[in-house]
Structures are given as C-alpha cells and as structure tokens.
Nanobody, 126 residues
Framework: QVQLVESGGGLVQAGGALRLSCAAS?????????????VDWYRQTPGKQRELVAA???????NYADSVKGRFTISRDNAKNTVYLQMNSLKPEDTGVYSC???????????????WGQGTQVTVSS
C-alpha cells in the first residue's frame, strides 16, 4: 500500500549537519495517502540495541533522546508526505543507520499503515 524511501545520509565531519528524509508514496493507483500522522526515527549501531532517537506523536508533539536533544529536529511536510530529521552539531557517536517508522493515514476512516524505511547510513568523522 505504501512505499517508504529514505534519503539524506552520508559522511560528515563532527559539527556538521545532515537532513534525513522519509517519503511515503502509494504503491498503486488505487492506494492513497492522506498524510503521515506520526513517526519514530531509530538509530542502529553495530553491537548496540536499536535506539529511538526522535519521535513525532499523533498529538503533534515531539520527543527526543537525551543524547540528541537540542541538536535534532523532526519536521513534516504534509504536501509531500515526507518527514524529516534535521541533525545538527553531529558527533561521532551519532554514527549509525537511521530508519524511519511512520504511521501513515491511508483512508479518511482512520485506517493507518505502519512500516519501515530502508535505512540510511550516517557516518560522522572526528
């Protein structure tokens, strides 16, 4: 029903910035997307558990892990069915594969779809 495409990762020096995107699109002509109503952004680092770094809730509030608070910001563009994770003042410990996990409203009756992006690698060099 919904395809997610992540982009924006890359290699950056410490102190730099990246903006990750997670775009939702319908997989068929009959499928539709109303908007992305919530999203969790996760970070996976080898040898560590997957970490929830940022979240946009159904209520429209945002939550951030202490390790990224003040540096990362979630935003949403409903016209593009895309959510973003702006990452500033990046540190080497921010290195990892970042994945989005959004709730996508796919019908006016309130039906939602949830899935995972393919992940995008972020590498921060010291």
């Amino acid at each position: 029903q919904v395809q997610l495409v992540e982009s924006g990762g890359g290699l950056v020096q410490a102190g730099g910035a990246l903006r990750l995107s997670c775009a939702a699109s319908p997989t068929s002509a009959s499928a539709k997307i109303i908007n992305i109503v919530a999203v969790d952004w996760y970070r996976q680092t080898p040898g560590k558990q997957r970490e929830l770094v940022a979240a946009l809730t159904w209520a429209g509030t945002t939550n951030y892990a202490d390790s990224v608070k003040g540096r990362f910001t979630i935003s949403r563009d409903n016209a593009k069915n895309t959510v973003y994770l702006q990452m500033n003042s990046l540190k080497p410990e921010d290195t990892g594969v970042y994945s989005c996990n959004p709730d996508v409203l796919i019908d006016t009756d309130g039906t939602t779809w949830s899935g995972w992006g393919q992940g995008t690698q972020v590498t921060v060099s010291s």
